[in-house]
Protein backbone atom coordinates (compact mmCIF):
# COMPACT_ATOMS: atom_id res chain seq x y z
CA UNK A 1 0.00 0.00 0.00
CA UNK A 2 1.57 3.36 -1.15
CA UNK A 3 1.24 5.76 1.40
CA UNK A 4 0.38 9.51 -0.07
CA UNK A 5 3.27 11.87 0.99
CA UNK A 6 2.40 15.58 1.01
CA UNK A 7 4.07 17.02 -2.58
CA UNK A 8 5.77 20.02 -0.75
CA UNK A 9 7.84 17.88 1.85
CA UNK A 10 8.54 15.28 -0.89
CA UNK A 11 10.00 18.03 -3.18
CA UNK A 12 11.98 19.68 -0.05
CA UNK A 13 13.07 15.86 0.78
CA UNK A 14 14.36 15.17 -2.73
CA UNK A 15 16.40 18.61 -2.60
CA UNK A 16 17.50 19.27 0.89
CA UNK A 17 19.09 14.88 0.85
CA UNK A 18 19.98 14.90 -2.27
CA UNK A 19 23.93 16.17 -1.58
CA UNK A 20 26.45 15.11 1.15
CA UNK A 21 25.76 18.37 3.06
CA UNK A 22 22.80 16.92 5.10
CA UNK A 23 25.05 13.34 5.75
CA UNK A 24 28.01 15.44 6.39
CA UNK A 25 25.76 17.94 8.70
CA UNK A 26 24.57 15.27 10.83
CA UNK A 27 28.02 13.24 11.31
CA UNK A 28 29.44 16.46 12.55
CA UNK A 29 26.71 17.13 14.82
CA UNK A 30 26.84 13.28 16.68
CA UNK A 31 30.54 13.49 17.03
CA UNK A 32 30.21 17.07 18.44
CA UNK A 33 27.46 15.64 20.83
CA UNK A 34 29.58 12.80 21.15
CA UNK A 35 33.31 14.97 22.29
CA UNK A 36 30.89 17.13 24.46
CA UNK A 37 29.88 13.97 26.46
CA UNK A 38 32.92 12.59 26.97
CA UNK A 39 34.47 15.78 27.99
CA UNK A 40 31.89 16.07 30.58
CA UNK A 41 32.13 12.75 31.72
CA UNK A 42 36.05 12.90 32.09
CA UNK A 43 35.50 16.37 33.60
CA UNK A 44 33.06 14.77 36.37
CA UNK A 45 35.12 12.10 37.68
CA UNK A 46 38.84 13.90 37.63
CA UNK A 47 38.99 14.00 41.31
CA UNK A 48 37.89 10.45 41.79
CA UNK A 49 40.45 7.61 42.46
CA UNK A 50 41.27 5.33 39.13
CA UNK A 51 38.74 8.11 37.38
CA UNK A 52 35.12 5.11 38.56
CA UNK A 53 32.19 6.59 36.62
CA UNK A 54 29.10 6.46 38.74
CA UNK A 55 25.78 7.02 37.88
CA UNK A 56 25.56 10.52 39.33
CA UNK A 57 28.41 11.32 36.55
CA UNK A 58 25.94 9.91 33.73
CA UNK A 59 22.68 11.80 34.77
CA UNK A 60 24.97 15.46 34.66
CA UNK A 61 26.33 13.75 31.29
CA UNK A 62 22.78 13.63 30.26
CA UNK A 63 21.16 16.75 31.89
CA UNK A 64 23.90 18.83 30.13
CA UNK A 65 23.56 17.35 26.46
CA UNK A 66 19.82 17.63 26.72
CA UNK A 67 20.21 21.39 27.64
CA UNK A 68 22.48 22.32 24.71
CA UNK A 69 19.56 20.00 22.34
CA UNK A 70 16.87 22.14 23.70
CA UNK A 71 19.39 25.31 22.92
CA UNK A 72 19.81 24.38 19.22
CA UNK A 73 16.21 23.38 18.83
CA UNK A 74 15.03 26.98 20.38
CA UNK A 75 17.71 28.79 18.26
CA UNK A 76 17.86 27.22 14.77
CA UNK A 77 14.59 26.49 14.15
CA UNK A 78 12.82 29.65 14.15
CA UNK A 79 15.50 30.17 11.75
CA UNK A 80 14.77 27.24 9.14
CA UNK A 81 11.08 28.21 8.82
CA UNK A 82 10.80 31.83 8.68
CA UNK A 83 11.87 32.05 5.31
CA UNK A 84 9.74 28.95 4.03
CA UNK A 85 6.66 31.36 2.64
CA UNK A 86 8.48 34.83 1.99
CA UNK A 87 11.49 33.04 0.34
CA UNK A 88 9.22 31.72 -1.68
CA UNK A 89 7.72 35.58 -2.30
CA UNK A 90 10.36 37.17 -2.56
CA UNK A 91 11.93 34.56 -5.83
CA UNK A 92 8.53 35.03 -7.08
CA UNK A 93 7.15 31.50 -7.42
CA UNK A 94 4.77 32.00 -4.33
CA UNK A 95 1.92 32.15 -7.40
CA UNK A 96 3.02 29.19 -8.98
CA UNK A 97 2.77 27.50 -5.72
CA UNK A 98 -0.71 29.17 -5.02
CA UNK A 99 -2.15 28.44 -8.71
CA UNK A 100 -1.48 24.19 -8.01
CA UNK A 101 -4.13 22.23 -6.20
CA UNK A 102 -2.95 21.90 -3.48
CA UNK A 103 -4.71 23.45 -0.31
CA UNK A 104 -3.55 26.45 2.04
CA UNK A 105 -3.05 24.41 4.58
CA UNK A 106 -0.99 21.23 2.52
CA UNK A 107 1.32 23.91 1.78
CA UNK A 108 2.03 25.29 5.30
CA UNK A 109 2.36 21.89 6.42
CA UNK A 110 4.47 20.64 4.00
CA UNK A 111 7.17 23.72 4.39
CA UNK A 112 6.91 23.51 7.99
CA UNK A 113 8.14 20.17 8.36
CA UNK A 114 10.49 20.36 5.33
CA UNK A 115 11.92 23.18 6.95
CA UNK A 116 12.11 20.99 9.88
CA UNK A 117 13.16 17.74 8.87
CA UNK A 118 16.81 18.65 9.40
CA UNK A 119 16.23 19.16 12.83
CA UNK A 120 14.18 16.58 13.85
CA UNK A 121 16.68 14.06 11.88
CA UNK A 122 19.33 15.96 14.10
CA UNK A 123 17.16 15.07 17.06
CA UNK A 124 16.63 11.39 16.22
CA UNK A 125 20.49 10.60 14.96
CA UNK A 126 21.37 11.21 18.49
CA UNK A 127 19.31 8.44 20.28
CA UNK A 128 22.11 6.22 19.97
CA UNK A 129 24.38 8.62 22.49
CA UNK A 130 21.69 9.00 25.10
CA UNK A 131 20.87 5.33 25.21
CA UNK A 132 24.32 4.90 26.26
CA UNK A 133 23.46 6.87 29.26
CA UNK A 134 20.61 5.15 29.60
CA UNK A 135 23.02 1.55 28.95
CA UNK A 136 24.93 2.68 32.47
CA UNK A 137 22.07 3.51 34.23
CA UNK A 138 21.55 6.66 34.48
CA UNK A 139 18.36 7.26 33.26
CA UNK A 140 15.23 5.12 32.27
CA UNK A 141 14.05 3.84 28.77
CA UNK A 142 10.51 5.71 29.56
CA UNK A 143 12.49 9.30 30.31
CA UNK A 144 14.47 9.04 27.52
CA UNK A 145 11.13 8.63 24.69
CA UNK A 146 9.95 11.53 27.15
CA UNK A 147 12.69 13.72 26.50
CA UNK A 148 12.39 13.17 22.65
CA UNK A 149 8.64 13.45 22.49
CA UNK A 150 9.31 17.25 24.22
CA UNK A 151 12.13 18.03 21.37
CA UNK A 152 9.82 17.05 18.73
CA UNK A 153 6.88 19.11 20.40
CA UNK A 154 8.80 22.28 20.85
CA UNK A 155 10.45 21.88 17.43
CA UNK A 156 7.26 22.15 15.92
CA UNK A 157 6.15 24.87 17.71
CA UNK A 158 9.29 27.48 17.48
CA UNK A 159 9.08 26.58 14.00
CA UNK A 160 5.19 27.54 13.90
CA UNK A 161 6.02 31.09 15.11
CA UNK A 162 8.49 31.26 12.61
CA UNK A 163 6.55 30.04 9.51
CA UNK A 164 3.05 32.41 11.00
CA UNK A 165 5.52 35.57 10.31
CA UNK A 166 6.93 34.25 7.40
CA UNK A 167 3.22 34.45 5.63
CA UNK A 168 2.61 37.70 7.92
CA UNK A 169 5.29 39.52 6.57
CA UNK A 170 6.68 39.78 2.96
CA UNK A 171 10.71 40.14 3.55
CA UNK A 172 12.60 36.81 5.71
CA UNK A 173 14.58 38.96 7.61
CA UNK A 174 11.83 40.88 9.27
CA UNK A 175 9.81 37.93 9.49
CA UNK A 176 13.29 36.40 11.33
CA UNK A 177 13.43 39.21 13.59
CA UNK A 178 9.83 38.88 14.95
CA UNK A 179 9.94 35.22 15.36
CA UNK A 180 13.09 35.67 17.46
CA UNK A 181 11.47 38.48 19.32
CA UNK A 182 8.04 36.38 19.97
CA UNK A 183 10.28 33.77 21.44
CA UNK A 184 12.15 35.17 23.71
CA UNK A 185 9.47 37.23 25.21
CA UNK A 186 7.31 33.88 25.83
CA UNK A 187 11.25 32.20 27.48
CA UNK A 188 12.61 35.87 28.84
CA UNK A 189 9.71 37.83 29.40
CA UNK A 190 7.69 35.25 30.94
CA UNK A 191 10.30 34.08 33.18
CA UNK A 192 10.82 37.73 33.98
CA UNK A 193 7.01 37.96 35.36
CA UNK A 194 7.13 34.59 36.93
CA UNK A 195 10.18 36.42 39.21
CA UNK A 196 7.91 39.41 39.95
CA UNK A 197 5.11 37.35 40.89
CA UNK A 198 7.35 35.05 43.05
CA UNK A 199 8.84 37.99 45.13
CA UNK A 200 5.41 40.26 45.35
CA UNK A 201 3.21 37.33 46.12
CA UNK A 202 4.70 34.02 47.49
CA UNK A 203 7.33 35.65 49.71
CA UNK A 204 4.67 37.77 51.36
CA UNK A 205 1.71 35.73 51.40
CA UNK A 206 2.73 32.44 51.40
CA UNK A 207 0.89 31.27 48.47
CA UNK A 208 2.43 28.77 46.79
CA UNK A 209 0.48 27.61 43.51
CA UNK A 210 1.97 27.64 39.99
CA UNK A 211 1.84 30.31 38.39
CA UNK A 212 -0.47 30.54 35.09
CA UNK A 213 2.28 31.94 32.71
CA UNK A 214 4.92 28.81 33.62
CA UNK A 215 2.27 26.40 31.60
CA UNK A 216 2.78 28.52 28.52
CA UNK A 217 7.01 28.89 29.06
CA UNK A 218 8.77 26.02 27.09
CA UNK A 219 11.39 26.84 29.16
CA UNK A 220 10.21 26.15 32.45
CA UNK A 221 8.82 23.18 30.74
CA UNK A 222 12.15 21.96 29.95
CA UNK A 223 13.14 21.83 33.71
CA UNK A 224 10.35 21.21 34.93
CA UNK A 225 11.23 17.38 32.58
CA UNK A 226 14.39 17.14 34.23
CA UNK A 227 13.65 17.56 37.56
CA UNK A 228 10.49 15.47 37.27
CA UNK A 229 12.81 12.49 36.16
CA UNK A 230 15.48 12.79 39.10
CA UNK A 231 13.25 12.44 42.04
CA UNK A 232 12.04 15.42 42.60
CA UNK A 233 8.70 15.31 41.54
CA UNK A 234 8.56 18.51 38.75
CA UNK A 235 8.45 21.11 41.71
CA UNK A 236 11.44 23.54 41.01
CA UNK A 237 11.13 26.89 42.81
CA UNK A 238 8.04 28.15 45.11
CA UNK A 239 5.71 28.82 42.16
CA UNK A 240 6.34 25.91 39.97
CA UNK A 241 4.93 22.72 41.53
CA UNK A 242 2.40 20.07 40.18
CA UNK A 243 -0.98 21.17 39.02
CA UNK A 244 -4.27 20.46 40.69
CA UNK A 245 -5.00 17.28 38.31
CA UNK A 246 -1.36 15.47 39.03
CA UNK A 247 0.25 16.25 36.12
CA UNK A 248 3.64 17.52 35.92
CA UNK A 249 4.00 21.02 34.52
CA UNK A 250 6.06 19.95 31.10
CA UNK A 251 3.50 18.05 30.36
CA UNK A 252 0.68 20.64 30.66
CA UNK A 253 3.25 22.78 28.40
CA UNK A 254 3.56 20.53 25.88
CA UNK A 255 -0.16 19.99 25.35
CA UNK A 256 -0.20 23.57 25.24
CA UNK A 257 2.58 24.11 22.48
CA UNK A 258 0.53 21.38 20.23
CA UNK A 259 -2.74 23.53 20.75
CA UNK A 260 -0.67 26.77 20.06
CA UNK A 261 1.22 25.33 16.83
CA UNK A 262 -2.07 24.30 15.56
CA UNK A 263 -3.42 27.90 16.13
CA UNK A 264 -0.58 29.42 14.03
CA UNK A 265 -0.44 26.73 11.59
CA UNK A 266 -4.84 27.67 10.76
CA UNK A 267 -3.83 31.27 10.93
CA UNK A 268 -0.75 30.71 8.43
CA UNK A 269 -3.19 28.77 6.07
CA UNK A 270 -5.48 31.73 6.17
CA UNK A 271 -2.86 34.44 5.46
CA UNK A 272 -1.63 32.49 2.53
CA UNK A 273 -4.62 32.21 0.85
CA UNK A 274 -5.58 34.40 -2.27
CA UNK A 275 -9.31 34.59 -1.72
CA UNK A 276 -9.60 35.32 1.99
CA UNK A 277 -12.71 35.85 3.64
CA UNK A 278 -13.58 36.18 6.97
CA UNK A 279 -11.39 34.69 10.03
CA UNK A 280 -14.73 33.57 10.99
CA UNK A 281 -17.40 33.56 8.94
CA UNK A 282 -20.35 34.65 9.99
CA UNK A 283 -23.97 33.60 9.36
CA UNK A 284 -25.61 36.11 6.66
CA UNK A 285 -28.40 38.09 8.24
CA UNK A 286 -31.78 36.80 7.19
CA UNK A 287 -32.91 38.99 3.80
CA UNK A 288 -36.43 40.81 4.94
CA UNK A 289 -39.51 39.93 3.19
CA UNK A 290 -40.65 42.10 0.25
CA UNK A 291 -44.41 42.42 0.21
CA UNK A 292 -45.85 43.18 -2.41
CA UNK A 293 -48.92 45.91 -1.65
CA UNK A 294 -49.71 46.08 -5.78
CA UNK A 295 -51.00 42.59 -5.23
CA UNK A 296 -54.99 43.30 -5.08
CA UNK A 297 -56.86 40.60 -2.36
Known amino acids: MKIALNPVLQKEF ?16 ILVMMAVGLFMLKISSLNRMNATILPQDLIIVYVFL ?11 SPSLTSGAISGEREKQTLEILLS ?3 RCSSIIL ?10 ILLIITTLPIFSIIFFYGGIRIHELLQLFVFYIILAITVGSIGIFFSTLVKKTTASTVLSYAVIIFIYLGFLFI ?3 YMLLVVKNSGYN ?3 LLNYFNPLMGFISLMTSQFGQNGS ?5 NLSKNGLPLWMINSIINLCFSAVL ?18 RSPKEPEIIDHTKED
Open 100 to 102: TRL
Open 236 to 240: IMPGV
Open 265 to 282: IYLSSWRLSPVRGRLFPR
Open 66 to 76: ATIQFGLISLV
Open 110 to 119: GKLFASLSQM
Open 194 to 196: DVV
Open 14 to 29: KVRMRGWKAAALIGVY
Open 209 to 211: KTF
